[in-house]
């Protein structure tokens, strides 16, 4: 035995490599029957793999420009990093930015911006920005609703979300006065650390669920009376990422602590179906938010991403009719989504935000019912200027969920469906929640909220307001093309111009006052 190692030790280390190479080339040719690349380029087609693994991450880093990344690119992301953590969010020698492309935004400055008088609130807090709407005052629920901040964390739910992620996030709103949407996965402790919480549920009812998977109105009733950080519950009818289609929840995510949180058996695939089993009409929809209403006596408001309008239509017709209905509506854009979905769902099903908010609240405008529903808005709205153009159209208050887990830490590797997440946030695994400071990111959620709602109310005084609920159509410019690009410029810009007088380009030449002599010398 000793000899045989000594005769080992003395193999020399590149022909260990050279037989290690033998084997794997080996493998791809004889074994492995699954990959075409290495079984024709054994050895060598591993690496082109590889940099297909990394190429995300060369590109982000490396390649792509400031400006043209998505979801997110660099400029959005760094200004949300260097929010929270209340650094240097200004950019220098004017912006980078195509202030000529599609959909850019301009917000339109009064010649003399709004004067605070000396007792504003916003002298003392210049961050403070309530909204300007109650929940639930019209319907007279028992315990109406106005949210302090006009910037909330969006629907994110324990199980998809880290518990690290999510206690830093209540901790985060509580400390800037905003609320926290708990997402379908039910009301978790991590939920429960001072911040205001909206209670959200889906088709699965995780939280609220009766044995046979329905929703059970005892359950939330009980819920309700137990946790007084509920100020509002959210019926979810669909999401950006994925509207109108279910999902499963792995057995193996599902540990005992999820288990009891949502209601499920430990270990077992959990499924949320396409649909409701607690409604299937309009009418139903309506009935269960009066009932929700009647007995937690919280505003009941629903959430969708906006597709056809026939039943929304429908829902306004009954609410117009009854004088009932949601004290809240969120509208999810296309864009929107944390978590897992196909392609083609993500890309394709239901409208942008600006799209599908714009013709849902014609809907309910034409109806005159604007005033009874404090509209929330969700899809990549989590910037200033946004934010002023979701005002302008009809918002009241704006959900963020991307942003939120940026200001914690999120540096949009877009891993959230492998349980792989690097930061910590989107995933079940111990070891990496590990690096999640809970108290300090609590704190970057808080300082992005309220330098977000500052730099908005630092836009709203300079268009002449002081709130902006006040913001109009006419505030807000946007660049357009499709059919527009064949507007003439009288349209597009609203003027003629004034004739120049022209008597041909002879009498320019002999005027007087032609300049350019060198050109009149060289003609003599």
Not at 263 to 288: I, R
Request: aromatic fraction near 10%.
């Amino acid at each position: 035995m000793d000899s045989m190692l000594t005769s080992l030790s003395n193999v020399p280390w590149w022909l260990w490599i050279i037989v290690f190479l033998g084997l794997v080339a080996f493998r791809d040719i004889f074994i492995q029957k699954a990959h075409t690349i290495s079984h024709n380029y054994p050895v060598v087609g591993h690496l082109r793999y590889w940099l297909e693994s990394i190429g995300p991450e060369m590109r982000q880093y490396f390649v792509a420009n400031n400006r043209e990344e998505l979801p997110f690119n660099r400029i959005e992301r760094s200004w949300i990093y260097a929010s929270a953590k209340k650094e240097n969010n200004y950019e220098g020698f004017g912006t980078d930015r195509d202030i000529y492309a599609h959909q850019h935004i301009f917000v339109k400055n009064q010649m003399m911006a709004f004067q605070m008088p000396e007792n504003h609130p916003n002298k003392a807090r210049k961050d403070f920005l309530p909204c300007a709407k109650v929940m639930g005052a019209y319907n007279k629920r028992k315990k109406p609703y106005r949210p302090a901040s006009i910037i909330n964390v969006s629907a994110m739910s324990f199980g998809s979300l880290s518990a690290a992620a999510v206690e830093a996030m209540n901790k985060g709103v509580s400390k800037s006065d905003a609320y926290h949407n708990t997402g379908e996965g039910g009301l978790s402790p991590y939920h429960k650390q001072g911040g205001d919480v909206v209670f959200h549920f889906g088709t699965g009812y995780f939280g609220v669920r009766s044995s046979d998977g329905n929703l059970s109105l005892e359950k939330l009733e009980r819920l309700v009376a137990e946790n007084p950080c509920i100020k509002a519950i959210e019926i979810k009818l669909s999401q950006g990422a994925k509207p109108g289609k279910g999902g499963v929840l792995p057995g193996a995510k599902i540990t005992k602590e999820l288990a009891e949180i949502r209601g499920v058996a430990p270990g077992k695939d959990v499924l949320s179906p396409a649909t409701h089993k607690a409604f299937g009409t309009v009418t139903e929809l309506m009935e269960l938010i009066e009932t929700i209403a009647e007995k937690t006596g919280l505003p009941v408001g629903i959430k969708g991403a906006i597709g056809k309008l026939d039943q929304w239509e429908e829902l306004a017709d009954m609410m117009l009719k009854t004088g009932r209905g949601p004290d809240f509506i969120t509208v999810d854009g296309g864009e929107g989504g944390t978590g897992a979905a196909p392609p083609s769902f993500a890309d394709h099903v239901s409208l942008p935000w600006v799209y599908g908010f714009s013709e849902l609240y014609k809907v309910f405008q034409t109806r005159d019912l604007v005033s009874r529903v404090v509209f929330i808005g969700s899809g990549k709205l989590g910037f200033p200027a946004k934010a002023a153009m979701a005002f302008a159209m009809g918002v009241d208050c704006i959900n963020v969920a991307r942003e939120a887990m940026m200001s914690i830490g999120c540096i949009q590797a877009q891993v959230c469906h492998t349980n792989k997440c690097p930061a910590g946030i989107a995933t079940q695994n111990k070891w990496r929640q590990r690096g999640i400071n809970i108290p300090l990111k609590s704190d970057r959620l808080a300082q992005y909220f309220k330098t977000f709602r500052k730099e908005l109310v630092e836009i709203t005084h300079a268009a002449g307001y002081e709130h902006p609920c006040q913001f109009t159509m006419h505030d807000i410019q946007v660049n357009v093309d499709d059919i527009d690009l064949t507007r003439n410029l009288r349209t597009t810009y609203g003027y003629n111009k004034t004739e120049v007088p022209f008597q041909g380009t002879q009498a320019l030449y002999e005027c007087q006052y032609l300049g350019g002599k060198n050109f009149i010398e060289s003609t003599k």
